[in-house]
């Protein structure tokens, strides 16, 4: 079966910490993603990667960090976490979709539910 | 970014009804795909759909893509208890996938 294991489904952090979500696959995926979801406004992209040390911003980069020193691993850095980042951190990979371009089935993992106090 | 828009925000059936929730979305795409949450959980995909297609089905699950009018339809048949979910369209042509708000399905006994 494949499997996105995201290290802590909860967590409780102080505003001003430093904080690392990190996201493992054992899928072999190019391509993995960083999301938070809210309610009210949906899955919002943070940042991505395609390959091994590359990386992309996505919709909503602003006060964070992703590292991918590993093809199976994605990482995600709240340099000095701020009660706005209270959300649900969610973490995905895939392969591309093929010939016709974009991105495949995305798999995630279950969350990780971070309260910044 | 090029957000899909799911219709209806929330539905409430009965068992045994079938459920539809509409898409819709503002740009070209290579393909759109329909993912289910449960509460508190990660999203699971459950069907894929490509820009030259128009139709497809899984099991219960039925979905239909109108490129010309950039919307798409999810229609669960004979709906279960089982199904209460929220339901996400995901669209992209590019690396990454661009999701809606979602539909909270709620199906009752």
């Known amino acids: 079966d494949v499997k996105v294991t995201q290290s802590s489904r909860y967590l409780v952090k102080r505003t001003g910490e430093k904080v690392f979500l990190e996201c493992v696959q054992d899928?072999?995926?190019?391509?993995m993603f960083w999301y938070r979801q809210d309610p009210g406004l949906g899955l919002r992209l943070i940042y991505f990667s395609y390959d091994v040390k590359m990386k992309e911003k996505g919709d909503i980069p602003e006060g964070y960090s992703v590292s991918r020193e590993k093809k199976e691993r994605f990482s995600l850095i709240l340099e000095s976490a701020s009660t706005n980042q209270t959300s649900m951190y969610l973490c995905?990979?895939?392969?591309?979709?093929?010939?016709?371009?974009?991105?495949?089935?995305?798999?995630f993992g279950e969350g990780s539910r971070l309260t910044v106090l | 970014s090029q957000q899909g828009e799911e219709d209806p925000q929330a539905l409430s059936i009965q068992e045994g009804e079938n459920a539809t929730m509409n898409c819709s979305y503002k740009?070209?795409?290579?393909?759109l795909q329909w993912y289910r949450q449960n509460s508190g959980r990660g999203l699971v995909h459950l069907i894929l759909i490509r820009s030259n297609e128009r139709e497809k089905h899984s099991g219960r699950l039925r979905v239909t893509l109108d490129t010309s009018k950039k919307s798409s339809s999810l229609l669960i048949t004979a709906s279960r208890a089982a199904d209460t979910a929220s339901y996400f369209c995901?669209?992209?042509?590019?690396?990454?996938?661009?999701f809606g708000k979602g539909t909270s399905l709620l199906v009752t006994p």
């Open positions: 740009t070209s795409i290579n393909n």
């Open positions: 995901a669209t992209g042509s590019g690396y990454a996938l661009n």
């Open positions: 995905a990979s895939s392969v591309p979709s093929g010939l016709a371009g974009g991105t495949g089935e995305l798999f």
């Open positions: 899928m072999d995926h190019e391509n």
